[in-house]
């Protein structure tokens, strides 16, 4: 089992920056990636960035250039995603996930909110 625990979203105006945390506890050893993911209502969550446990990074198009995700070497199971220049279609809840060779765990989301 893994736990994730999401902190950082929150209200910002457009242009402004947010940073996400996830925290994983638990069986941390198994995990191979871990990435953000995003859903608003009515629409399929949405891949939003990915690292793996190599450092290789993979994000959605329309965040390449404004996204970052990141590790924590001295906590390997603490991933952040720095978020700049942010639009109001980036206001969804965002999802923290973490691959695991048998599949996939999430934390309970944390809301987003681009709005002047």
């Known amino acids: 089992q893994v736990q994730l625990v999401e902190s950082g979203g929150g209200l910002v105006q457009p242009g402004g920056s947010l940073r996400l945390s996830c925290a994983a506890s638990?069986?941390?050893?198994?995990?191979?990636?871990m990435g953000w993911y995003r859903q608003t209502p009515g629409k399929p969550r949405e891949l939003v960035a990915l690292?793996?446990?190599?450092?290789?990074?993979?994000y959605a198009d329309s965040v390449k250039g404004r996204f970052t995700i990141s590790r924590d070497k001295s906590k390997s199971a603490t991933v952040y995603l720095q978020m700049n220049s942010l639009k109001p279609e980036d206001t969804a809840v965002y999802y923290c996930?973490?691959?695991?060779?048998?599949?996939?765990?999430w934390g309970q989301g944390t809301q987003v909110t681009v709005s002047s």
């Open positions: 996930n973490a691959q695991v060779p048998r599949g996939g765990y």
């Open positions: 638990g069986s941390i050893f198994n995990i191979y990636a």
């Open positions: 690292i793996s446990s190599g450092g290789t990074e993979n």
